[in-house]
């Protein structure tokens, strides 16, 4: 398969170049950037790299959908909380306004993540 330009140096290929994934590693990391990386490190196509991705984000919403507490050892802990309804303020008002409690995503980052970004 031909490589096609898309943009901003990346090429639809099965394998992305080394000098574009230290580049995205500066920079925001999105979904194709992880499945990218997957294609580089496990030398496999970026089509089966992007369907790992996201069947990995599915079973993942799925957990939290249902729950359930993902942990992932190192990186980190995934869960459900309810945050409690408060009071809080308009400030284009003024007033004081009453906000309803809401399911919302916890997480707390293992101990890799936390020694990895001190350096």
């Known amino acids: 398969m031909d490589p ?4 901003d140096g990346l090429l639809i290929d ?3 170049s080394h000098d574009r994934l230290n580049k ?3 920079e925001n990391m999105i979904k194709v950037d992880i499945a990218d990386a ?10 089966t790299a992007l369907k ?6 599915e079973e993942m919403t799925g957990a939290l959908v249902k729950g359930s507490r993902i942990e992932i050892r190192g990186f ?3 869960e459900k909380v309810v945050r409690k309804k408060s009071t809080g303020r308009d400030i ?8 309803p409690a809401a399911n ?4 707390k980052p293992g101990s890799n993540i936390v020694i990895a970004t001190k350096k």
């Open 52 to 57: 790992a991705v996201d069947v990995i984000l």
């Open 4 to 7: 096609t330009n898309v943009g």
């Open 92 to 99: 284009l008002k003024g007033k004081i306004i009453e906000v």
């Open 76 to 78: 980190g802990v995934f």
């Open 24 to 26: 995205v590693m500066e």
């Open 104 to 107: 919302t995503i916890k997480y």
């Open 14 to 16: 099965d394998k992305i």
């Open 38 to 47: 997957i294609t580089h490190s496990a030398d496999i196509s970026r089509v």
